[in-house]
């Protein structure tokens, strides 16, 4: 038996992650990590060969190749003998309705899939190819939204599914590196399927996996990522002891809410979020942790609030929102673009050229012209969030924007209403009524225009 295979079998034993003998899932999108994991799994020596369903699914999001993708994927489990099922779901008309972005909606596709397919088939394990490299990955992806500590801590090797808690997701590679699987399909001609995308840099993942991390190797030692698990560990230790509290409280109150501390505080509210059906993000938890009986609007017609008892609950539909917390990311891919958003129909569009293409353009109604590279590869249209802050064109420093709506003598009602845009560093470079933001106006070493039209 191969040491790699011997290393999952006893990681499979220690963790338990097949129990009994019913049917094991395996994810496999037909590149190298999970091709490695199908093999592994069917070693004989392992005795699990016979239990493995092997599930594909389609994001729809590469036309033909990702067709290509299914085929191979259904070939592989011919050759091994093993059921294939597959399933796919249009990808990016969920990201657009959803305004989460492409990785988010391809995640609860997938996973929606999974937990059906589970149900279908009677199991309770799906199996992923998740390996230590992605830990790390993952690590930096959720410290860059400004994750907490049980997002920091990362994967676990055995979680329940985020659709069904009756799903368990196992992950046997956790604790192997990427170079190991590489190495092991090498030497066993295992063939898999390339995904162009996985280069694209307009994605952050491959931002941190393609440029982060080998710069914080080349100057810091390959030290780093044994230092980012020794974190990991810690944030996951120290999250496991506030959800005992959170958990402990929620049960049975002995104390107001208020006067909880703020970490337990969050993971009372992110708690109830779940069962809800709502992703808790940190804007999110925040707003509602922060003031009792504040409306919070997290998508069209659907409201939240937080009681004075520290109750999460659904909203009446009645009434203006105090804030909104709907979003809209957008990929900035190929040449131009277009997406609606609060009442608007946005449209943008990349040219090459600089300060003399801008002169050319001229100005045209509902039109603002920007220097390419300052807005980066994504841009989110949101709506006014406490504490946010804006430098027209032409000011010194940023103001809140609060002040510039009073200044403006836009109504309170209105305020809500407006569309902003924000750049992918985090500032924003654009709100309706106004002009461009200064740090993304077009100069004499501007080399690339981005054009946002709107019209409502």
Known sequence: MHPLAEKVGKISRVLNFFPGSGIIIVAVSGGIDSMALLHLLATPGLGLSDRLVVAHFNHQLRGADSDADAGFVEQAAGQLGRPFESGSNDTRQLAAETGNGIEAAARQLRHQFFARLAKRLASRNVALAHHADDQIETFFLRLLRGAGNRGLAGMQPVALSPIDPGVTLVRPLLGMHRAEIVAYAEEQG???????????????????????????????????????????????????????????????????????????????????????????????????????????????????????DGRVELAPSVGDPEFSLTKLEIFL????????????????????????????????????????????????????????????????GSTKLQD?????????????????????????????????????????????????????
């Open 333 to 396: 891919e190929g040449q131009a673009g277009e997406a609606e958003f609060g009442g608007l129909k946005i449209r943008w569009e990349r040219l090459t050229g600089g300060l003399a293409k801008w002169h050319e353009l001229g100005q045209v109604e509902n039109r603002e012209i920007f220097d390419a590279e300052a807005i980066g590869q994504t841009i989110t249209l949101r709506h006014w969030q406490p504490g946010d802050r804006f430098q027209p064109i032409g000011q010194a």
């Open 190 to 308: 295992i063939t898999h399927r390339e995904d162009a995308s996985n280069k694209n840099t307009h994605f952050l993942r491959n931002r941190v996996r393609h440029e982060l991390l080998p710069q914080l190797t080349e100057q810091f030692g390959t030290s780093v990522s044994r230092q980012i698990v020794k974190a990991m560990q810690v944030a996951g230790d120290e999250a496991d002891c506030i959800d005992d509290f959170a958990a402990a409280w929620l049960g049975q109150a002995e104390s107001p809410f208020d006067q909880l501390p703020a970490a337990v505080q969050r993971q009372v509210v992110q708690r109830q979020l779940f069962p809800l059906g709502v992703e808790p993000s940190f804007n999110l938890v925040e707003a509602l942790r922060a003031e009792a009986d504040r409306v919070i609007e997290i998508a069209p017609g659907k409201r939240l609030q937080r009681n004075a």
């Open 404 to 456: 510039l709506f009073v200044n403006q003598k836009i109504a309170k009602a209105e305020r809500h209403r407006l569309v902003l845009a924000e750049a992918a560093a985090g500032l924003l470079f654009w709100v309706q009524h106004f002009r461009i933001a200064d740090p993304f106006k077009v100069t004499e070493s501007t080399d690339g225009l981005l054009l946002f039209s709107w019209r409502g």
